[in-house]
Nanobody
Framework: QVQLVESGGGLVQAGGSLRLSCAAS????????MGWYRQAPGKQRELVAR???????NYADSVKGRFTITRDNAKNTLYLQMNSLKPEDTAVYYC??????????WGQGTQVTVSS
Protein backbone atom coordinates (compact mmCIF):
# COMPACT_ATOMS: atom_id res chain seq x y z
CA GLN A 1 0.00 0.00 0.00
CA VAL A 2 0.99 3.63 -0.37
CA GLN A 3 3.09 4.99 2.46
CA LEU A 4 4.24 8.57 2.89
CA VAL A 5 6.71 9.20 5.69
CA GLU A 6 7.59 12.78 6.57
CA SER A 7 10.67 13.84 8.47
CA GLY A 8 12.70 16.95 9.18
CA GLY A 9 10.35 18.86 11.42
CA GLY A 10 11.45 20.40 14.68
CA LEU A 11 11.89 23.55 16.72
CA VAL A 12 13.65 26.50 15.15
CA GLN A 13 14.01 30.19 15.92
CA ALA A 14 12.38 32.79 13.72
CA GLY A 15 14.55 33.46 10.69
CA GLY A 16 15.91 29.93 10.68
CA SER A 17 15.55 27.14 8.16
CA LEU A 18 14.29 23.58 8.02
CA ARG A 19 14.11 20.99 5.27
CA LEU A 20 11.21 18.57 5.28
CA SER A 21 11.36 15.25 3.46
CA CYS A 22 8.60 12.89 2.42
CA ALA A 23 9.60 9.38 1.38
CA ALA A 24 6.98 7.69 -0.75
CA SER A 25 6.62 3.95 -1.27
CA UNK A 26 4.08 1.55 -2.72
CA UNK A 27 3.06 3.92 -5.52
CA UNK A 28 1.87 2.01 -8.56
CA UNK A 29 -0.08 4.75 -10.29
CA UNK A 30 0.79 7.85 -12.28
CA UNK A 31 1.29 10.75 -9.90
CA UNK A 32 -0.51 13.90 -10.95
CA UNK A 33 0.83 15.99 -8.12
CA MET A 34 2.62 15.90 -4.79
CA GLY A 35 2.36 18.59 -2.20
CA TRP A 36 2.85 19.91 1.28
CA TYR A 37 -0.03 21.06 3.41
CA ARG A 38 -0.07 22.37 6.95
CA GLN A 39 -2.53 22.66 9.77
CA ALA A 40 -2.13 25.00 12.70
CA PRO A 41 -4.13 24.53 15.93
CA GLY A 42 -7.71 25.65 15.45
CA LYS A 43 -7.26 26.22 11.73
CA GLN A 44 -8.11 24.30 8.58
CA ARG A 45 -5.50 22.40 6.65
CA GLU A 46 -4.07 24.58 3.89
CA LEU A 47 -1.91 24.09 0.85
CA VAL A 48 1.67 25.23 1.28
CA ALA A 49 3.27 24.11 -1.98
CA ARG A 50 2.53 21.69 -4.77
CA UNK A 51 4.47 20.18 -7.65
CA UNK A 52 2.77 18.52 -10.60
CA UNK A 53 3.87 15.43 -12.48
CA UNK A 54 5.23 17.74 -15.15
CA UNK A 55 7.29 19.71 -12.64
CA UNK A 56 5.13 22.79 -12.37
CA UNK A 57 4.93 24.35 -8.93
CA ASN A 58 2.62 26.61 -7.03
CA TYR A 59 2.88 28.11 -3.58
CA ALA A 60 0.68 29.74 -1.01
CA ASP A 61 1.17 33.50 -1.08
CA SER A 62 2.35 33.42 2.51
CA VAL A 63 5.38 31.28 1.68
CA LYS A 64 6.37 32.55 -1.77
CA GLY A 65 10.02 33.49 -1.88
CA ARG A 66 10.77 31.63 1.36
CA PHE A 67 9.83 28.00 0.66
CA THR A 68 10.91 25.77 -2.21
CA ILE A 69 9.35 22.44 -3.15
CA THR A 70 11.38 19.87 -5.04
CA ARG A 71 11.05 16.23 -5.95
CA ASP A 72 13.66 13.52 -6.48
CA ASN A 73 11.96 11.04 -8.80
CA ALA A 74 14.76 8.49 -8.50
CA LYS A 75 14.32 8.38 -4.72
CA ASN A 76 10.55 8.91 -4.74
CA THR A 77 11.11 11.67 -2.23
CA LEU A 78 9.50 15.08 -1.92
CA TYR A 79 11.23 17.97 -0.19
CA LEU A 80 10.27 21.33 1.22
CA GLN A 81 13.08 23.77 1.93
CA MET A 82 11.81 26.38 4.35
CA ASN A 83 13.85 29.54 4.88
CA SER A 84 13.21 32.72 6.83
CA LEU A 85 10.75 30.90 9.02
CA LYS A 86 8.18 32.89 10.96
CA PRO A 87 6.18 32.00 14.08
CA GLU A 88 3.06 31.87 11.91
CA ASP A 89 4.62 28.96 10.00
CA THR A 90 4.15 26.83 13.11
CA ALA A 91 1.95 23.88 12.21
CA VAL A 92 1.86 20.18 11.49
CA TYR A 93 3.08 19.69 7.94
CA TYR A 94 1.62 16.88 5.84
CA CYS A 95 2.82 15.32 2.63
CA UNK A 96 0.21 14.55 -0.03
CA UNK A 97 0.21 12.59 -3.28
CA UNK A 98 -2.56 12.49 -5.87
CA UNK A 99 -3.26 10.34 -8.89
CA UNK A 100 -5.90 10.24 -11.59
CA UNK A 101 -9.31 9.14 -10.29
CA UNK A 102 -7.83 8.38 -6.86
CA UNK A 103 -8.44 9.79 -3.44
CA UNK A 104 -5.37 11.65 -2.16
CA UNK A 105 -2.90 9.91 0.12
CA TRP A 106 -1.52 11.60 3.23
CA GLY A 107 1.44 11.16 5.48
CA GLN A 108 1.24 11.19 9.26
CA GLY A 109 2.58 14.72 9.54
CA THR A 110 5.63 16.34 11.09
CA GLN A 111 5.54 19.18 13.60
CA VAL A 112 7.25 22.46 12.79
CA THR A 113 7.51 24.98 15.59
CA VAL A 114 9.00 28.42 15.06
CA SER A 115 9.81 30.42 18.17
CA SER A 116 9.89 34.21 18.19
Amino acid sequence: QVQLVESGGGLVQAGGSLRLSCAASGITFIITSMGWYRQAPGKQRELVARITGGGGTNYADSVKGRFTITRDNAKNTLYLQMNSLKPEDTAVYYCNVEGVMLSPYWGQGTQVTVSS
